[in-house]
């Protein structure tokens, strides 16, 4: 289905375009998530910072300025919402989360075998983000990183 069809159709497009982390401070963030090896072309003090990250982007802005942004209230806290970052071996999860401890972040859960058959542990970035780096056995990564569901 392409986004035209979809809007014809009344639907829309079943995907993601930008995922914005609301963040303490701004230059902090940035520089954790470099720490773990990502790179941005947003100006060294930008207000907001965007990362390409595949198909989609990740951007960290104030967390104020987003709750204000998006006509929210903001009592601080969890959000409820979990990323994940989905890699080819275990090897790789346990280095991963290695990295991202000596960046600053706080393990949650240290890697380990799943219920579900896979390999994964949690970190949670400095601002309260958690993120489950994972290998999933039954979801196949393409060789750009993209996770197939089966059919």
């Known amino acids: 289905m392409t986004l035209q069809s979809a809007r014809k159709g009344g639907g829309v497009d079943q995907r993601l375009s ?26 060294p003090r930008a207000d907001a910072v965007f990362f390409q990250a595949g198909p989609l982007v990740v951007a960290l802005w ?48 240290a890697p380990g075998p799943t219920f579900w058959g896979g390999y994964s542990g949690v970190f949670v970035d400095p601002d309260g983000h958690p993120w489950e780096i994972a290998v999933n056995p039954h979801w196949p990564l393409g060789a750009d990183g993209a996770v197939t569901l089966p059919a």
């Open 18 to 43: 930008v995922i914005t982390l609301g963040v303490a401070d701004v230059a902090r963030a940035r520089a954790f998530y470099e720490a773990l090896g990502w790179t941005s072309p947003s100006p």
């Open 62 to 109: 104030g967390r104020d300025d987003l709750a204000l942004d998006s006509g929210v209230d903001d009592p601080g806290g969890w959000g409820g919402v979990t990323l994940a970052h989905n890699l080819p071996t275990e090897r790789d999860v346990d280095d991963l989360l290695a990295r991202a401890r000596d960046a600053g972040a706080t393990i949650a859960r």
